[in-house]
């Protein structure tokens, strides 16, 4: 069922099914550690990687690899590697690509916790990282430098929505053989296919859209066969930061719903943000798409919907934006996003709390900015929700 003339929503029910000798329907769950051999030349010949088949569940195992095979039909990968989690995938890139005296050109505005692993951990392993503008792809080539061997980013950014223009980044990347890997989370592979824009390696927390439930950790990196199998594949096998069979289960069927769930909240998201670019409480929206954001036209080309994230501005600051959340009685006072359910945070004082006051305006976020993610709730429940806190905003600080 993996062929490529069936619609990603064909392929997210039912690529990646290997039927047991039961013939179940639905897909599988393998909960064991290892895998038994008919005789010592067989065990000999499945570790000597002559005969293929399972081993041992650290980076062999049935469940985990119909959710392979399942995502990598989706993001139109040639092949894919599941992970713990979004940081593990992020890390298995890092450590398959890179080593000690290395360089990184990375976006300024990325998940928190991957600029303290790339700062924090990997520059103690020698690994420096120049954190550039996303959308200035002249920035990128500028701190290219003989030592680097990895650009990294996310598109649209988070929480400012900021975009870059993958296939014009790749093309130049690509001409000084520099690999590009791209966090995928926001978007899904339902919205943005970075692969077919020239990326070499893209990068999923799991956790986020592919589940979508909050349920379980997972991420995954995708990307073409021989990469993997040389790069990331023995990092899995030797490392261990492997997806458990029963993460996997729940996020195959995490995938099955996928373009439904996506394309529902980015329909939600695109309301609730013309909605609140007209609401007289609000001093700006930035969301992709909205003809209103600076890139409107790079996003219509690039992504297939805006995206199920909002960040809007209210006037008078944090204790405006804190109002606002500390009014919701629905959405859920949370940094998760992806989530069937709304979830609304306050970025200068959570995701972004850590960094210096003096980066965080580098990177476009204030004190007003609130960021949405929404879920699948009737938009007029999430627009009565956000309009109390609102309502007690003081416009007269407006703009
Ligand atoms: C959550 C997130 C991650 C990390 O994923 P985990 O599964 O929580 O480890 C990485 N990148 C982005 C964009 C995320 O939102």
């Not at 062929?3 to 329907?25: C, D, Y």
């Not at 450590?95 to 990375?106: E, F, M, P, Q, Y």
Request: proline share 5%; aromatic share 6%; hydrophobic share 45%.
């Amino acid at each position: 069922m993996d062929k490529p003339e069936f619609a990603p929503e064909t392929l997210a029910v039912r690529a990646g099914i290997e039927r047991s000798q039961f013939n179940e329907h639905a897909e599988a769950l393998y909960l064991t550690s290892s895998f038994v051999f008919d005789s010592a030349a067989q065990a000999a010949a499945r570790f000597g990687n002559q005969e293929p088949g399972n081993i041992y569940s650290r980076f062999t195992n049935p469940t985990v690899h119909a959710f392979e095979q399942r995502l990598a039909a989706i993001e139109g990968a040639e092949a894919c590697v599941a992970t713990a989690s979004g940081m593990a995938a992020i890390l298995s890139c890092a450590l398959g690509l890179l080593k000690a005296g290395d360089h990184v050109v990375a976006s300024r505005s990325v998940f928190g916790a991957t600029i303290a692993l790339f700062n924090n951990i990997l520059g103690r392993f020698g690994v420096e990282t120049t954190w550039v503008e996303l959308q200035d792809v002249d920035a990128w080539m500028a701190a290219v430098r003989p030592a680097t061997r990895m650009f990294y980013l996310e598109t649209p950014a988070n929480p400012t929505m900021e975009l870059v223009d993958l296939a014009a980044l790749c093309m130049a990347a690509r001409q000084r053989g520099i690999p590009v890997v791209v966090d995928n989370c926001f978007c899904t592979p339902i919205l943005q296919r970075p692969l077919a824009l020239g990326a070499d390696l893209v990068v999923h927390s799991a956790t986020k859209f592919l589940d979508g439930q909050g349920r379980v950790l997972g991420g995954a990196v995708l990307g073409a066969a021989q990469l993997l199998n040389e790069k990331i594949l023995p990092i899995l096998r030797t490392a261990g930061p492997t997806l458990s069979a029963f993460n996997a289960w729940v996020l195959l069927k995490g995938l099955e719903t996928l373009k439904l769930r996506v394309e529902a909240q980015c329909a939600s998201a695109l309301a609730l943000a013309q909605w609140l670019q007209d609401h007289p409480a609000v001093a700006s929206v930035l969301y992709p798409g909205l003809p209103s954001h600076p890139q409107y036209a790079l996003a219509c080309r690039q992504q297939a919907a805006g995206g199920a994230v909002v960040t809007f501005r209210v006037p008078g600051g944090r204790e405006a934006a804190w109002r606002v959340i500390d009014h919701c009685r629905l959405i859920s006072i949370t940094a998760n996003l992806g989530d069937t359910k709304t979830t609304i945070t306050h970025p200068a004082t959570t995701t972004h709390g850590r960094i210096s006051a003096d980066e965080r305006a580098r990177a476009g976020i204030d004190e007003g900015m609130l960021r949405i993610a929404v879920g699948l709730e009737a938009l007029g429940d999430l627009q009565a929700d956000l309009q109390r806190g609102l309502s007690l905003v003081n416009t007269a600080s407006q703009r």
